[in-house]
């Protein structure tokens, strides 16, 4: 029933039920990744879990994927109709924010109803004030807030919450929270829909997808980093489950495609390693995929292990092909240890990604056009680009406002009087074009088969719908324009 003892843990601050149904929504209909919006809602379902240890009845609506909640008044139908007296929003993304709250704001009033996530951990008041029928607002991780709310503990004692009080909002103290082995085991029987990797609207690699927390948290300092703080901005300690509970989870899975999805899932190499002989002494087979750094080269012992444990994708943070960089970004290596860790990871027969930031301060077009050749000169199976984001409570939003002729959108994108936003967009077109050749994308493909990632038949199904369709339609544009013009 638990990850550690949080089933007892939990059992012990509950009292007779005070609610009977709750549900718990992701309010967005498309992701902010665009594409890759195939990840169950991890965040949500531990907390839908965690209201499942006291409220007898638990649905999750991921209005992404779950076909009977489309927009529409079908979500307030389905909550009055299905006897809900509990609602529970996750507004984790800046993107899209007015959109979720127009969502939250339609919700039945009459029903207590109450917002977490990362974007509402600091927005509060705006989420109060433009949604009135919203009770409450957990700041932080909120399992345990939603326990205690939903057994009845007198609002003002509950810590991490903002509440109404006599008209006005008041915001308890922050929560500290407890330790990981506390969080209750994500109960994936509340689930209504399955989760697999689309691209293009197919689904490219056969099997189901599910994602694993095995740790919180990350040591490393890279200032554009997000990922290792909490919501309320504090940078996380780093905390691991062991190695036995987080393979006794992989086992229990019905999907055989698992993502995890730690900040920085090697951070104790030793504690993977015990998981990999775990997952290959009990012949457990998954397909694994994770992000990693990639000095992860220094454990060649567990790369081998992890091939054999199934490990089938790593998704490694490069950032850029220039030292100045690396040093301003904190990563803490060199182009030089670059090369040397990729002459280890090209020896394993693994799949490797490379993200890279482009539109660093004061990095110029060629400097950016770099990368293509510095990837493949590293090996590596392929690459995306991100533009420079200066996020909330990240030590580069810092430097960006201080650096003159450099700005942020209101998603954090940064762009310069050098570059405007589209300046970058056409650079990364540019970065893309050059490194993805015909022949390149073909052995990316190749690979996936060759590592049993993919069934080459699913890849000729996402080859007809993405680049092939792409490529008609871009010749059957030219020959249109062609005879307009003739
Ligand atoms: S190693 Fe990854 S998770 Fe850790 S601080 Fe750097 S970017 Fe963030």
């Not at 709310?149 to 003002?156: C, I, Q, R």
Request: charge should be positive.
């Amino acid at each position: 029933m638990s990850t550690g003892d949080s089933g007892e843990y939990y059992s012990r601050r509950i009292g007779m039920p005070k609610y009977h149904h709750a549900i718990c929504i992701n309010p967005y209909y498309e992701e902010s990744s665009g594409a890759m919006g195939f990840f169950p809602p991890t965040g949500l379902e531990y907390i839908a879990s965690a209201l499942s240890t006291c409220v007898p009845r638990v649905t999750i609506a991921d209005l992404r994927h779950d076909s009977e909640f489309r927009p529409g008044p079908s979500l307030s139908d389905f909550i009055r109709s299905e006897g809900v007296d509990f609602i529970a929003l996750s507004v984790n993304w800046e993107f899209k924010f007015d959109e979720a709250l127009d969502l939250v704001s339609f919700l039945p009033s009459e029903i207590y109803t109450i917002v977490g996530g990362q974007e509402a951990s600091v927005r509060v008041d705006e989420i109060m004030n433009r949604c009135q029928n919203v009770d409450c607002v957990g700041r932080g991780e909120g399992e345990e807030i939603v326990i205690e709310l939903a057994s009845g503990k007198p609002l003002t004692e509950i810590t991490g919450l903002s509440h109404r009080l006599n008209g006005s909002v008041v915001h308890n103290e922050n929560r500290t929270v407890g330790p990981m082995e506390n969080l209750p085991q994500r109960d994936r029987s509340l689930r209504r829909v399955t989760y697999g990797i689309k691209r293009y609207g197919v689904k490219f690699v056969s099997g189901e997808l599910d994602t694993v927390m095995s740790s919180r948290g990350c040591p490393f300092n890279c200032k554009f980093c997000s990922f290792n703080r909490n919501p309320l901005g504090k940078k996380r300690d780093y905390e691991e489950r062991s190695a036995k509970s987080v393979f006794r989870e992989i086992q229990s899975l019905e999907a055989d495609l698992v993502f995890f999805v730690d900040d920085n899932f090697f951070v104790n190499p030793k504690r993977v390693e015990k998981l990999c002989d775990l997952l290959i002494e009990n012949g457990v087979k998954k397909r694994l995929l994770a992000q990693a750094r990639p000095d992860i080269a220094r454990y060649p012992v567990l790369l081998e292990k992890m091939k054999r444990a199934g490990f089938k994708i790593l998704l490694l943070g490069i950032e850029s092909a220039h030292d100045w960089i690396l040093k301003d970004l904190n990563k803490g290596y060199t182009t030089a240890q670059l090369r040397e860790y990729f002459d280890v990871l090209r020896k394993y027969d693994i799949y490797y990604h490379g993200y890279f930031i482009i539109g660093n301060i004061g990095e110029t077009e060629e400097e950016m056009l770099e990368i293509p050749r510095f990837a493949d000169e590293l090996g590596l199976d392929s690459i995306s680009y991100l533009k420079l984001r200066a996020l909330r409570f990240t030590a580069i939003k810092d430097i960006v406002e201080t650096t003159p002729g450099y700005y942020t959108t209101s998603r954090g994108f940064v762009y310069s009087d050098r570059f405007s936003m589209e300046d970058l967009r056409q650079i990364g077109k540019k970065i893309r074009h050059e490194f993805y050749t015909p022949k390149r994308f073909t052995k990316a493909l190749r690979k996936l088969v060759r590592i049993k990632f993919a069934a080459r038949r699913d890849l000729a199904a996402l080859l007809f719908r993405g680049p092939l369709a792409h490529y008609n339609r871009r010749r059957q544009k030219r020959s249109k324009d062609k005879e307009a013009g003739s």
